[in-house]
């Protein structure tokens, strides 16, 4: 599966936000997928996550309560709605799919979009 992830932009601190990834294929709805985040000079950190129907969902406790992701199987897409944006959720944003394994962990998705970046200003 190919991923497009975009949405990204410039937004001031309080603002939001909501990133969108688009796959090709018509496997989608097989896959669980998640949201990553990478900031310069950091590892690629998990965001969030919501399984092949959309029924069970995770989120990291950094943006529990202000980020919410959900998916539409019938047009191959995840979202994810970010509010209260804060100076440190900047970085750039991955969607990733993945089949089998830890939600949060990296090594496990199959598949990455290119990233999309999202900056917050103070």
């Known amino acids: 599966v190919q991923l497009q992830a975009s949405g990204g932009g410039l937004v001031q601190a309080g603002g939001s936000l909501r990133l969108s990834c688009a796959a090709s294929?018509?496997?989608?709805?097989?896959?669980?997928m998640g949201w990553f985040r990478q900031a310069p000079g950091k590892g690629r950190d998990y965001v969030a996550a919501?399984?092949?129907?959309?029924?069970?969902?995770e989120y990291a406790d950094s943006v529990k309560g202000r980020f919410t992701i959900s998916r539409d199987n019938a047009q191959n897409t995840v979202n994810l709605q970010m509010n209260g944006l804060k100076p440190e959720d900047t970085a750039l944003y991955y969607c990733?799919?993945?089949?089998?394994?830890?939600?949060?962990?990296?090594?496990?998705?199959?598949?990455w979009g290119q990233g999309t970046q999202v900056t917050v200003s103070s």
């Open positions: 919501i399984d092949k129907d959309g029924l069970m969902i």
């Open positions: 294929g018509r496997t989608f709805s097989s896959y669980v």
């Open positions: 990733a799919a993945l089949t089998v394994g830890r939600w949060r962990d990296v090594a496990s998705y199959n598949y």
